[in-house]
């Protein structure tokens, strides 16, 4: 059984900094891309970022570029989304979520429960 | 930046078809995916490649794609099909993935 387990999330100052980790299991890790996709509260899904499954392509959406970093652990099975200058509107729950790659796309199967990042003073 | 766009609420009876709609000019030549949503839970994959459905999902979920504009499918409407729904798809160069706004499915 497929399960993605994201921690880290918390209460942090703006201009703070946040390292999120979310453990796989139940499939082979290093044979998929990961990606991050986030939810502000009463709002819809944003994708934030996307790695390669040996994670030598990384992506990012422009309202995070330069300030958070993902990266994996593919003998831990862990992925990680490193967020740097955090600011208000970063404030979301945070999932994870395994892609599959189609010829014209690339979706996600499934995806974590999610943790909540809260930037506030 | 690309962006789809979905009608932000849908109602229906039980019983009734429910139809959601995104549009978006790169729709043509990337495909669609949609996901369901019940709160405080992880969306779930209802519909990929425009109109493939995953194993586990029921059959009154079907997609189809016409153009610019993708459609979602309900048939025969149920209440626990009361969600938010988002499809999603890829920018023209494929590297960047976008979400609609989502829309809200009410079951009356």
């Known amino acids: 059984e497929v399960q993605l387990l994201e921690s880290g999330g918390g209460l942090v100052q703006p201009g703070g900094s946040l390292r999120l980790s979310c453990a796989a299991s139940g499939f082979t890790f290093s044979n998929y891309a990961m990606n991050w996709v986030r939810q502000a509260p009463g709002r819809g899904l944003e994708w934030v970022s996307a790695i390669r499954r040996n994670g030598g392509g990384t992506y990012y959406a422009d309202s995070v570029k330069g300030r958070f970093t993902v990266s994996r652990d593919n003998s831990n099975n862990t992925l990680y989304l490193q967020m740097n200058s955090l600011r208000a509107d970063d404030t979301a729950v945070y999932y994870c979520?395994?892609?599959?790659?189609?010829?014209?796309?690339?979706?996600?199967?499934?995806w974590g429960q999610g943790t909540l990042v809260t930037v506030s003073s | 930046s690309y962006e789809l766009t979905q009608p932000p609420s849908v109602s229906v009876s039980p019983g009734q078809t429910a139809r959601i709609t995104c549009s978006g000019d790169a729709l043509p030549n990337q495909y669609t995916y949609w996901y369901q949503q019940k709160p405080g839970r992880a969306p779930v994959l209802v519909i990929y490649k425009d109109s493939e459905r995953p194993s586990g999902i029921p059959e009154r979920f079907s997609g189809s794609s016409s153009g610019t504009t993708v459609t979602l499918t309900i048939s025969g409407v149920q209440a626990e099909d009361e969600a938010d729904y988002y499809c999603?798809?890829?920018?023209?160069?494929?590297?960047?993935?976008?979400f609609g706004g989502g829309t809200k499915l009410t079951v009356l």
């Open positions: 979520a395994k892609e599959l790659a189609a010829p014209r796309g690339r979706y996600f199967d499934y």
């Open positions: 999603q798809s890829a920018d023209s160069s494929g590297t960047s993935v976008v």
